[in-house]
């Protein structure tokens, strides 16, 4: 099923834009280029010059995901969340390590018999044949454990490992050096529900016993099914609603406003880290032109799918109730660490472009996309096998 980028694409990409510039982006408002601050004509259009709406009530949909609570689901999903988990713990049987064994180690780096900054570490639980953290991706530099299969517990293992030349490190770039390691067991992975115990359950997962842990993550399943229905109920009516209806186009003063809101936030974003928006994307080797037109292709066709639900919220009448309102953007404004909400809106504010206007818009949308899926008719249809 083809998920579509709906009427909260450009707000989440803003609001996520918005965390990692923190409380100051809302502050910087105050200092925005003059661009921003012009008495530009405000985007005007009727939406329904644009929008041939087709049928959006009562649209039949049949769902075929799996969204009904089974013992054998919970298993299934308790053991992948245990898997996931990544936790490991002593394997008393085993006392040598293999070509794939998982290790807990502690280790020294040192360099003409010093230990160097950043080298040490206790208690790291390693995979030699991946040559990385257990149950992680991201290796270490080549040879790092290539030493220690046949080796024992309790044993010192030291043997020379080469930084790469390209090492972040110049201090150890292309450099030789020893790293010893004490090998304190040999570990294996916790990976379903009969490896728990109350001591693991206690010192990984937050439980107290077994038997809580296992009542919440019972809770979770029976939450992550509720919520994948949800979403496959709205994903697939409103690809029925968008395909059943036709836009013939979208007017380009929009488009435009919401390129400029989105480069703006961009550019405040690049200013936290002291650089610009183009610097930023000539040092990751995209080049800006390119950048900007996927940008506009982007959000023209999330703007398309966007004029369809303002005409549906336009043809059932649909305002913006100040209760809900409310509610709705004061999550936004906490979440992004404005100091208030009128600083909130500036920051999303363009030439043409209000950001308050923007928001409410947004409300309405939602609005309209929750009166398509109550007045949609469901049917669960057979699961398709994975």
Same mark, same amino acid.
């Given at each position: 099923?083809?998920?579509?980028?709906?009427?909260?694409?450009?707000?989440?990409?803003?609001?996520?834009?918005?965390?990692?510039?923190?409380?100051?982006?809302?502050?910087?408002?105050?200092?925005?280029?003059?661009?921003?601050?012009?008495?530009?004509?405000?985007?005007?259009?009727?939406?329904?010059?644009?929008?041939?709406?087709?049928?959006?009530?009562?649209?039949?949909?049949?769902?075929?995901?799996?969204?009904?609570?089974?013992?054998?689901?919970?298993?299934?999903?308790?053991?992948?969340?245990?898997?996931?988990?990544?936790?490991?713990?002593?394997?008393?049987?085993?006392?040598?390590?293999?070509?794939?064994?998982?290790?807990?180690?502690?280790?020294?780096?040192?360099?003409?018999?010093?230990?160097?900054?950043?080298?040490?570490?206790?208690?790291?639980?390693?995979? !030699?044949?991946?040559?990385?953290?257990?149950?992680?991706?991201?290796?270490?530099?080549?040879?790092?454990?290539?030493?220690?299969?046949?080796?024992?517990?309790?044993?010192?293992?030291?043997?020379?490992?080469?930084?790469?030349?390209?090492?972040?490190?110049?201090?150890?770039?292309?450099?030789?050096?020893?790293?010893?390691?004490?090998?304190?067991?040999?570990?294996?992975?916790?990976?379903?529900?009969?490896?728990?115990?109350?001591?693991?359950?206690?010192?990984?997962?937050?439980?107290?016993?077994?038997?809580?842990?296992?009542?919440?993550?019972?809770?979770?399943?029976?939450?992550?099914?509720?919520?994948?229905?949800?979403?496959?109920?709205?994903?697939?009516?409103?690809?029925?609603?968008?395909?059943?209806?036709?836009?013939?186009?979208?007017?380009?003063?929009? !488009?435009?406003?919401?390129?400029?809101?989105?480069?703006?936030?961009?550019?405040?974003?690049?200013?936290?880290?002291?650089?610009?928006?183009?610097?930023?994307?000539?040092?990751?080797?995209?080049?800006?032109?390119?950048? !900007?037109?996927?940008?506009?292709?982007?959000?023209?066709?999330?703007?398309?799918?966007?004029?369809?639900?303002?005409?549906?919220?336009?043809?059932?009448?649909?305002?913006?109730?100040?209760?809900?309102?409310?509610?709705?953007?004061?999550?936004?404004?906490?979440?992004?660490?404005?100091?208030?909400?009128?600083?909130?809106?500036?920051?999303?504010?363009?030439?043409?472009?209000?950001?308050?206007?923007?928001?409410?818009?947004?409300?309405?949308?939602?609005?309209?996309?929750?009166?398509?899926?109550?007045?949609?008719?469901?049917?669960?249809?057979?699961?398709?096998?994975?």
């Amino acid at each position: 099923m083809k998920n579509r980028l709906l009427a909260f694409f450009l707000v989440t990409v803003m609001a996520v834009s918005m965390v990692a510039c923190g409380k100051e982006s809302a502050e910087k408002a105050e200092t925005k280029t003059e661009k921003t601050k012009t008495d530009a004509k405000p985007v005007e259009y009727d939406v329904d010059e644009y929008v041939t709406l087709g049928d959006y009530k009562g649209v039949e949909v049949t769902l075929t995901g799996t969204y009904d609570f089974t013992e054998e689901g919970l298993d299934e999903y308790v053991s992948k969340t245990i898997a996931d988990a990544s936790v490991y713990v002593e394997d008393t049987s085993k006392t040598e390590v293999e070509e794939d064994s998982i290790i807990n180690v502690d280790y020294v780096g040192s360099q003409d018999g010093v230990a160097f900054d950043g080298g040490s570490a206790e208690n790291q639980m390693i995979d !030699v044949a991946g040559n990385c953290a257990a149950g992680g991706t991201g290796g270490y530099i080549d040879g790092f454990t290539s030493g220690l299969a046949g080796h024992s517990v309790g044993e010192e293992v030291a043997y020379e490992v080469t930084f790469p030349e390209q090492y972040g490190n110049a201090d150890l770039a292309g450099q030789t050096v020893i790293f010893t390691f004490q090998i304190n067991y040999v570990a294996k992975a916790i990976e379903s529900k009969a490896d728990l115990t109350d001591d693991i359950v206690k010192e990984n997962f937050g439980s107290d016993t077994v038997d809580e842990y296992i009542d919440s993550l019972t809770e979770q399943y029976k939450s992550k099914l509720e919520s994948d229905y949800e979403n496959d109920v709205q994903t697939s009516v409103l690809n029925t609603i968008i395909n059943n209806s036709k836009v013939s186009k979208v007017p380009e003063e929009l !488009v435009q406003a919401r390129v400029d809101m989105y480069l703006n936030l961009l550019e405040m974003q690049c200013k936290q880290y002291n650089t610009t928006t183009k610097d930023y994307l000539d040092s990751m080797g995209q080049d800006y032109d390119e950048y !900007v037109e996927n940008v506009k292709s982007n959000l023209n066709d999330s703007l398309t799918e966007e004029l369809i639900l303002e005409a549906i919220a336009k043809k059932e009448g649909m305002e913006v109730d100040a209760e809900g309102y409310e509610k709705f953007i004061a999550n936004l404004v906490a979440s992004t660490g404005s100091k208030d909400e009128d600083a909130f809106y500036e920051v999303y504010t363009v030439d043409n472009y209000d950001g308050k206007r923007y928001f409410r818009q947004q409300y309405l949308i939602q609005k309209a996309v929750q009166f398509c899926v109550d007045n949609a008719v469901v049917t669960k249809g057979e699961a398709e096998e994975n």
